[in-house]
Each structure stands twice: as C-alpha cells, then as structure tokens.
C-alpha cells in the first residue's frame, strides 16, 4: 500500500515558515511583500482560486491587491493596469488569473508583466531561465511537486520519469524541472501511442492531463511513485484528480491524492515567489 503524501499539510508548514519569513522582512527592514491578482470576468472556477490566494497572503501577513475586472474588459485597460502595477513598488508579485477573456490575448497580457514579478514564472524571460537551468520564479504548481518530492525524501535523479500532459503551465515546466534535477524525462500527450506502456515504465508519474481517474493501477510499475497534478470537477460537483486512487495505490510506493495533494503546494509556492521577489529587494 502507497505511503499518501499529504500536500495539505506540507502546504501548511511552508506557509507557516513563510509567515515568519515575511515578519521579519517587516521588522527589519520595513519591507511587506504584496502580491497583486487580476481577475477579469466571473468564471467561479477563477473566483475561487482568486480568493484562496488573497487568502492565503493575508494569512500570511502579506498584502493582496485585488483587481476585479468586468468580462468585457478591453484589453488595453488591462495592459494600463498591469503597466501601474509593474511601477508601484508596493508590489512584488502580479499574476492575472488564466483563463482570460477570449477577445483578450494571453500572451500579450503574460509578456506585459514586468520578469522582476512575473511570480507565476509564465512570462518567456522567466520561461527562458527555467529552460537554460536558472530558473527565477519556477512555475507554482511544478514547483511544488519538486517540493513535495523532496519533502517525501524521493530524489529524482537518475530515475525515469513520465509526465502525462505537456501544457505551459504544468507539463513542459514541469519536465524541465525534472530533468534539472537529473531525471530521465518523457513527456506524453494526447498523440503519445500506448499510453499505458510508457507510463509502466516510470519510476515516477506526474499526471497532468485533466481527465478524471484516466491513470489506473494497471498502468503503474509496482513500486512507483504517482503524483496527480489534476483537478477535476465531476458532475456531482466533487473533486478528483487525474490518477484512480483506489486502483493506483495498492501499487505505488507514494501517492498524492486528489484534493489535498498538489493544489495546496501550488498556493504555498506562489507565496514563496512573492517573499523571494521582497527579499530581492532588500
Ligand atoms: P491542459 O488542458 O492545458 O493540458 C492537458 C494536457 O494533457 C495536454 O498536453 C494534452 O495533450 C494532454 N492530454 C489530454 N488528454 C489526454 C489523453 N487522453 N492522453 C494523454 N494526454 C492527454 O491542462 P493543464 O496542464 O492546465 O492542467 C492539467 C490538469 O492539472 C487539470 O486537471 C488541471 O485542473 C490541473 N491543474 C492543477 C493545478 C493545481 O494547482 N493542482 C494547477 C494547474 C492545473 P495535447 O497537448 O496533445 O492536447
């Protein structure tokens, strides 16, 4: 039976470091590490997110400057906005919550917000860093599938590895972290043949597709280690992730569920972005 890595409570305790961290930027040296999220429309998936974020800082003890914007925003009035926020020095971070509206370019959005807060790590100098090696701001949620690696005490090195999924935001960051960490790294997709067989081959399994329960024990070598970065909603509006869990977990060594696994590492890691984009300033 897989060891359930709990993300949730790992989650917790970097949080916790991260609150002391940001109390003593303040008390030395008046620093208060502000991260600022823009919303446009209402999409409840996003609201949700959005205010678990501003959430998560205030707990923080770090200022959240929240920007709501109307669905029908223009794009111009979002790339004026983003322009202040690059020059307000109150503020470390900005991240405009994805998706955005269809008439509104992502990437022009994504490449307006200065590389010195792009705490999301998507704007293509942070991109460029992460690919030669040196990464700034890794990407959240690949970040803290590292983290929750490491805090497992499984070190990647040397061990194949199969990521399911070769998104900008999870997939393709997430290889390039892997393979910085000297793993051998494939990434599969929706035209990858015989699935199943190359994921049997994995030491290591991070799952990143947005399918419910598509991965089953069947697909897993005995002893791997499964990570499930999906988030999806089912029809009864619950939760579930991208792996079968009960399939899987008579099989891996280590598993994360879904929720409660990766989702909470993703939050903790956009906060320690922040604090380090504050601490750059000291
Ligand atoms: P995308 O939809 O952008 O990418 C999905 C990837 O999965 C694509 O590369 C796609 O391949 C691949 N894929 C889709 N269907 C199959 C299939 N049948 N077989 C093999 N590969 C397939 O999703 P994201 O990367 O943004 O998100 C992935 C999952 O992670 C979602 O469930 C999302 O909710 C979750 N997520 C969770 C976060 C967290 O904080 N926990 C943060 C971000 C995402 P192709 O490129 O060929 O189309």
């Known amino acids: 039976m897989a060891h359930v890595i709990d993300g949730k409570k790992i989650a917790t305790e970097i949080r916790e470091d991260l609150r002391q961290e940001v109390q003593i930027l303040r008390d030395r040296h008046g620093i208060v590490p502000g991260l600022a999220v823009v919303i446009a429309g209402a999409d409840p998936a996003s609201q949700v997110y959005v205010r678990m974020k501003r959430k998560a800082c205030e707990q923080a003890g770090m200022?959240?400057?929240?920007?709501?914007?109307?669905?029908?925003?223009?794009?111009q009035v979002l790339l004026d906005l983003i322009g202040r926020l690059n020059a307000d020095t109150a503020v470390h971070?900005?991240?405009?919550?994805?998706?955005?509206?269809?008439?509104?370019?992502?990437?022009?959005?994504l490449e307006a917000i200065s590389p010195d807060k792009d705490v999301d790590?998507?704007?293509?100098?942070?991109?460029?860093?992460?690919?030669?090696?040196?990464p700034r701001f890794p990407p959240c949620t690949p970040q803290?599938?590292?983290?929750?690696?490491?805090?497992?005490?499984?070190?990647?090195?040397?061990?194949?590895?199969?990521?399911?999924?070769?998104?900008?935001?999870?997939?393709?960051?997430?290889?390039?972290?892997?393979?910085?960490?000297?793993?051998?790294?494939?990434?599969a997709h929706s035209r990858t043949p015989e699935l199943m067989r190359v994921v049997r081959e994995a030491d290591i399994v991070v799952a990143a597709v947005g399918?419910?329960?598509?991965i089953k024990g069947e697909w897993?070598?005995?002893?791997?280690?499964?990570?499930?970065?999906?988030?999806?909603?089912?029809?009864?509006?619950?939760?579930?992730?991208?792996?079968?869990?009960?399939s899987v977990v008579g099989h891996a060594s280590f598993i994360t569920p879904s929720p409660g696994g990766v989702g909470p590492?993703?939050?903790?890691?956009?906060?320690?972005?922040?604090?380090?984009?504050?601490?750059?300033?000291?």
Not at 93 to 109: A, F, K, M, N, S
Not at 220 to 246: Q, W, Y
């Open 63 to 75: 200022a959240s400057f929240h920007h709501e914007l109307p669905g029908d925003v223009s794009e």
């Open 93 to 109: 971070g900005i991240l405009t919550q994805l998706p955005l509206p269809g008439h509104i370019c992502e990437q022009r959005v």
């Open 121 to 134: 790590g998507f704007h293509p100098y942070n991109v460029g860093l992460l690919t030669i090696g040196s």
């Open 144 to 187: 803290g599938v590292m983290e929750l690696l490491r805090v497992a005490g499984i070190d990647p090195r040397g061990q194949r590895v199969v990521v399911v999924g070769r998104s900008n935001i999870v997939g393709k960051p997430m290889a390039l972290l892997l393979l910085a960490a000297h793993a051998t790294v494939t990434i």
């Open 211 to 214: 399918r419910p329960r598509m």
């Open 220 to 246: 897993i070598k005995e002893g791997a280690v499964v990570i499930d970065v999906g988030t999806n909603r089912l029809p009864d509006g619950s939760l579930c992730g991208d792996v079968d869990f009960d």
């Open 265 to 282: 590492m993703t939050i903790a890691m956009l906060l320690q972005n922040t604090v380090n984009s504050a601490k750059a300033r000291v």
